[in-house]
T-cell receptor, first 114, second 113 residues
């Protein structure tokens, strides 16, 4: 398996533009997590899904952020409109509940909003 | 919710010395405690984890201890090597794989050759 795959790896966008980050979890994993990493706030959970259903979105900072998981192999995190303070590295992670395995992280998307 | 505190924020040791990183957690219901290593520009990668039914776990040069009563756990790296230099994060959750992780703030470990 290729692991958790995120795209794009880097994104530079202008303030006010819509940004969509993509994630493909490891096949067979039933949990998917979106984390954000910044120097100021560290690694923080934004939202997570179980079997494509959002379970906890209390970490989503504002209504500008939304996430979907239309099927077991794909998830998106959208920011609209984007702001400079959204600049961060966004990680997607997945795990398999059947064996209580650890969460495997994707390579991350480095977002810069100018 | 869970709160995880991690110390120290930076740690510099000489090659061959030991390094210890400590974390405390607030939610007594947490029962899974992983440690992740993150190299510059890379993803966090699990190096060791421990569940609450175990007090200590060791994997070669890395060991983790857990004190449930005091709600703290520690990472021990022996015979450090320059390639151990990275940022280390502790985390806690209520159920491995089924719950989101609450991370500590990270420790930047520098191993001087």
């Amino acid at each position: 398996d290729a692991g958790v795959i995120q795209s794009p790896r880097h994104e530079v966008t202008e303030m006010g533009q819509e940004v969509t980050l993509r994630c493909k979890p490891i096949s067979g994993h039933d949990y998917l997590f979106w984390y954000r990493q910044t120097m100021m706030r560290g690694l923080e959970l934004l939202i997570y899904f179980n079997n494509n259903v959002p379970i906890d979105d209390s970490g989503m900072p504002e209504d500008r952020f939304s996430a979907k998981m239309p099927n077991a192999s794909f998830s998106t995190l959208k920011i609209q409109p984007s702001e400079p303070r959204d600049s961060a590295v966004y990680f997607c992670a997945s795990s398999f509940s059947g064996r209580d395995t650890e969460a495997f992280f994707g390579q991350g998307t480095r977002l810069t909003v100018v | 919710g869970e709160n995880v505190e991690q110390h120290p924020s930076t740690l510099s040791v000489q090659e061959g010395d030991s390094a210890v990183i400590k974390c405390t957690y607030s939610d007594s219901a947490s029962n899974y405690f992983p440690w992740y290593k993150q190299e510059l520009g890379k993803r966090p990668q699990l190096i060791i984890d421990i569940r609450s039914n175990v007090g200590e776990k060791k994997d070669q040069r890395i060991a983790v201890t857990l004190n449930k009563t005091a709600k703290h756990f520690s990472l021990h790296i022996t015979e450090t090597q320059p390639e151990d230099s990275a940022v280390y994060f502790c985390a806690a959750s209520k159920r491995a794989g089924r719950r989101a992780l609450t991370f500590g703030s990270g420790t930047r470990l520098q191993v001087q050759p």
